[in-house]
C-alpha cells in the first residue's frame, strides 16, 4: 500500500521524481497562515455541531495554534513528499498531537479547503494593494499641488500639442489610479465568498454549519453551488486582469519618466535612489528602476493568459490543472506591489525641472490653436481660421518664425481683426490659465480637481 495520507487504494508509490513533478509545496506554502487558520474554524465547527468532541476539537485547535506559532516565526520545516501546504500541515499536526489529528479533515476536502485558503490570501492581498494604490495617489496629489501653475507641453502623437499644467498631467494618472483601486474593489466581492463545506464537490453527508465558518473567517457571503465553490477561479482571474491593467499604467508612467529624465527633455532629474551607473560610461545616470516596472509588464500579462489558458477547457469540478493558478498570482502580488512601491518613491524624489518645462514651449508652435480660436472669436469661421494659422505655421517653419515673433503689421495684412492682444493671447502661460472649461487645464480648474481628490482620499 502506498505511505500516501490518500494511498489505502494503491498498491505502488510513485518515484521521487514524479512525486516531485505532481508536488506544489515549493509554490503553496505561502497559504500556510490561511491554511491553519481555515482548518482553525473547520474544527471549531465540528466540535460545536457535535460531528467530534469538543475534547477532540480542543485537542485538534490547540495543536493548529503551536503550528500557527511556528509558521509565524518562519520555524516550520516542509516536504516534497507530503505534496502540498495542506498534507504537510495535517502531518504536522498528527506528529504534534497524535492520531486524533486525523479527525480534522472530517466532512472537508482539499478542494474546498485549498479553494478557502486562496479566497482568504486574495482578500487579505487586495487590501495590500488597495493600501499601496492609495500611497501613490497621495504621492502623485502632493507633487501636482506643488505644480499647478508649472507650464509644460502636452503631446499627442509625441509631438508637441498644447501647453498644459504638469500638474493637470499628473492628476491623469490619478484619475487612472482611482479606476484601479475601483476595479480591485470589485474584485474583493467576489473574493469574499467561502467556499469550506463545499467538500471535493458535491457538499457532505456531515451536518455541517457553513455559516458557522463564514463568520469565523470574515467572509461577507457563501458559495451556494458546491460545484462552483471548488472549480471557481474567476476571483484570481479578476486579480491579474486588473493587476494587467494597473501595470499598464505603470507601464505608461515609466515610458514618460524615462523620456522627462533624457538629455532631450530634462523635464525632470530622477533620485540617485532610482538610478543606476553604467560599467564603462561615466557618466552614465540611468533609469533602471523606471525600465525594470515597465518591462514586469510582460510577466503580470503572461501570469493572466497563462491561467486563462489554463482555466479554458476545464469540465466542472476540480482538476489537478488547477494547481497551476497560484504561482502566477503569488508572482503577479508581488510584482504590482513592489512596482507601486517603486513607482511612488521615484515620483516623491523627484526634481521637477520647472524652467525646462517651461522653456520647451516658448520656441514651438503649440500656441497654434490660440490663433485659431482667437479668429473665430472675432467671427471667422474656424474651418478658414483653422487653414490661416496652418499657412502661417508652415511659413514659420521655412523662415524658423514663431507665432509671436511675428509683427502686428504682417497680422493685419492676413486679418485686420488682429489687434496687439494677440501677443498675451499666444504666452503659453495664458493660453493654459484661459483654458477653463470643467476638467481642462487652467490653473483654476486644476486646483479645483485638487480639491476634490483631496477630499475623495480622505473619505
Same mark, same amino acid.
Given at each position: 500500500?502506498?505511505?500516501?495520507?490518500?494511498?489505502?487504494?494503491?498498491?505502488?508509490?510513485?518515484?521521487?521524481?514524479?512525486?516531485?513533478?505532481?508536488?506544489?509545496?515549493?509554490?503553496?506554502?505561502?497559504?500556510?497562515?490561511?491554511?491553519?487558520?481555515?482548518?482553525?474554524?473547520?474544527?471549531?465547527?465540528?466540535?460545536?455541531?457535535?460531528?467530534?468532541?469538543?475534547?477532540?476539537?480542543?485537542?485538534?485547535?490547540?495543536?493548529?495554534?503551536?503550528?500557527?506559532?511556528?509558521?509565524?516565526?518562519?520555524?516550520?520545516?516542509?516536504?516534497?513528499?507530503?505534496?502540498?501546504?495542506?498534507?504537510?500541515?495535517?502531518?504536522?499536526?498528527?506528529?504534534?498531537?497524535?492520531?486524533?489529528?486525523?479527525?480534522?479533515?472530517?466532512?472537508?476536502?482539499?478542494?474546498?479547503?485549498?479553494?478557502?485558503?486562496?479566497?482568504?490570501?486574495?482578500?487579505?492581498?487586495?487590501?495590500? =494593494?488597495?493600501?499601496?494604490?492609495?500611497?501613490?495617489?497621495?504621492?502623485?496629489?502632493?507633487?501636482?499641488?506643488?505644480?499647478?501653475?508649472?507650464?509644460?507641453?502636452?503631446?499627442?502623437?509625441?509631438?508637441?500639442?498644447?501647453?498644459i499644467s504638469f500638474g493637470h498631467h499628473l492628476l491623469a494618472y490619478?484619475?487612472?489610479?482611482?479606476?484601479?483601486?475601483?476595479?480591485?474593489?470589485?474584485?474583493?466581492?467576489?473574493?469574499?465568498?467561502?467556499?469550506?463545506?463545499?467538500?471535493?464537490?458535491?457538499?457532505?453527508?456531515?451536518?455541517?454549519?457553513?455559516?458557522?465558518?463564514?463568520?469565523?473567517?470574515?467572509?461577507?457571503?457563501?458559495?451556494?453551488?458546491?460545484?462552483?465553490?471548488?472549480?471557481?477561479?474567476?476571483?484570481?482571474?479578476?486579480?491579474?486582469?486588473?493587476?494587467?491593467?494597473?501595470?499598464?499604467?505603470?507601464?505608461?508612467?515609466?515610458?514618460?519618466?524615462?523620456?522627462?529624465?533624457?538629455?532631450?527633455?530634462?523635464? =525632470?532629474?530622477?533620485?540617485?535612489?532610482?538610478?543606476?551607473?553604467?560599467?564603462?560610461?561615466?557618466?552614465?545616470?540611468?533609469?533602471?528602476?523606471?525600465?525594470? =516596472?515597465?518591462?514586469?509588464?510582460?510577466?503580470v500579462y503572461g501570469n493572466l493568459i497563462g491561467l486563462l489558458t489554463?482555466?479554458?477547457?476545464?469540465?466542472?469540478?476540480?482538476?489537478?490543472?488547477?494547481?497551476?493558478?497560484?504561482?502566477?498570482?503569488?508572482?503577479?502580488?508581488?510584482?504590482?506591489?513592489?512596482?507601486?512601491?517603486?513607482?511612488?518613491?521615484?515620483?516623491?524624489?523627484?526634481? =521637477?525641472?520647472?524652467?525646462?518645462?517651461?522653456?520647451?514651449?516658448?520656441?514651438?508652435?503649440?500656441?497654434?490653436?490660440?490663433?485659431?480660436?482667437?479668429?473665430?472669436?472675432?467671427?471667422?469661421?474656424?474651418?478658414?481660421?483653422?487653414?490661416?494659422?496652418?499657412?502661417?505655421?508652415?511659413?514659420?517653419?521655412?523662415?524658423?518664425?514663431?507665432?509671436?515673433?511675428?509683427?502686428?503689421?504682417?497680422?493685419?495684412?492676413?486679418?485686420?481683426?488682429?489687434?496687439?492682444?494677440?501677443?498675451h493671447t499666444l504666452s503659453a502661460r495664458v493660453a493654459v490659465e484661459?483654458?477653463?472649461?470643467?476638467?481642462?487645464?487652467?490653473?483654476?480648474?486644476?486646483?479645483?480637481?485638487?480639491?476634490?481628490?483631496?477630499?475623495?482620499?480622505?473619505?
Amino acid at each position: 500500500m502506498s505511505n500516501k495520507l490518500w494511498g489505502g487504494r494503491f498498491e505502488a508509490t510513485n518515484e521521487a521524481w514524479i512525486d516531485a513533478f505532481g508536488a506544489s509545496i515549493e509554490v503553496d506554502q505561502i497559504l500556510v497562515v490561511e491554511d491553519i487558520t481555515g482548518s482553525i474554524a473547520h474544527v471549531t465547527m465540528l466540535g460545536n455541531t457535535g460531528i467530534i468532541t469538543q475534547s477532540e476539537a480542543a485537542q485538534i485547535k490547540a495543536g493548529l495554534e503551536t503550528l500557527l506559532a511556528k509558521a509565524q516565526a518562519g520555524t516550520l520545516e516542509y516536504t516534497i513528499e507530503n505534496e502540498d501546504i495542506h498534507l504537510n500541515i495535517e502531518k504536522m499536526l498528527h506528529d504534534e498531537i497524535g492520531p486524533v489529528a486525523g479527525k480534522l479533515h472530517t466532512a472537508r476536502s482539499r478542494n474546498d479547503q485549498v479553494a478557502t485558503d486562496m479566497h482568504l490570501w486574495v482578500k487579505k492581498t487586495l487590501a495590500e =494593494v488597495d493600501a499601496e494604490l492609495l500611497k501613490l495617489q497621495q504621492v502623485f496629489l502632493h507633487q501636482a499641488k506643488q505644480n499647478v501653475t508649472t507650464i509644460m507641453p502636452g503631446y499627442t502623437h509625441l509631438q508637441h500639442a498644447q501647453p498644459i499644467s504638469f500638474g493637470h498631467h499628473l492628476l491623469a494618472y490619478m484619475s487612472m489610479f482611482q479606476r484601479d483601486r475601483e476595479r480591485f474593489a470589485n474584485n474583493v466581492a467576489h473574493a469574499d465568498i467561502s467556499p469550506l463545506g463545499a467538500a471535493a464537490l458535491a457538499g457532505t453527508t456531515f451536518p455541517i454549519d457553513r455559516q458557522a465558518t463564514q463568520e469565523l473567517l470574515d467572509f461577507s457571503d457563501i458559495y451556494g453551488n458546491s460545484l462552483d465553490a471548488v472549480s471557481d477561479r474567476d476571483y484570481t482571474l479578476e486579480f491579474l486582469s486588473n493587476s494587467a491593467i494597473l501595470m499598464m499604467h505603470l507601464s505608461r508612467l515609466c515610458e514618460e519618466i524615462i523620456l522627462w529624465c533624457s538629455h532631450e527633455f530634462q523635464f =525632470v532629474t530622477l533620485s540617485d535612489t532610482y538610478s543606476t551607473g553604467s560599467s564603462i560610461m561615466p557618466q552614465k545616470k540611468n533609469p533602471d528602476m523606471a525600465e525594470l =516596472v515597465r518591462g514586469k509588464i510582460g510577466r503580470v500579462y503572461g501570469n493572466l493568459i497563462g491561467l486563462l489558458t489554463t482555466m479554458k477547457g476545464l469540465p466542472l469540478a476540480y482538476n489537478k490543472d488547477m494547481q497551476e493558478d497560484k504561482e502566477g498570482v503569488f508572482d503577479t502580488a508581488e510584482t504590482i506591489l513592489a512596482s507601486l512601491k517603486i513607482c511612488a518613491g521615484m515620483i516623491d524624489t523627484m526634481t =521637477v525641472n520647472t524652467d525646462i518645462m517651461e522653456q520647451s514651449v516658448q520656441k514651438d508652435f503649440s500656441n497654434a490653436t490660440e490663433l485659431a480660436d482667437y479668429l473665430a472669436n472675432k467671427g471667422v469661421p474656424f474651418r478658414e481660421a483653422h487653414a490661416i494659422v496652418g499657412k502661417l505655421v508652415l511659413d514659420g517653419l521655412k523662415t524658423h518664425t514663431y507665432l509671436s515673433d511675428i509683427s502686428l503689421a504682417d497680422y493685419q495684412q492676413i486679418s485686420p481683426l488682429i489687434e496687439q492682444d494677440i501677443y498675451h493671447t499666444l504666452s503659453a502661460r495664458v493660453a493654459v490659465e484661459r483654458r477653463n472649461s470643467y476638467g481642462g487645464t487652467g490653473f483654476a480648474q486644476v486646483q479645483h480637481q485638487l480639491d476634490l481628490w483631496a477630499q475623495k482620499l480622505n473619505n
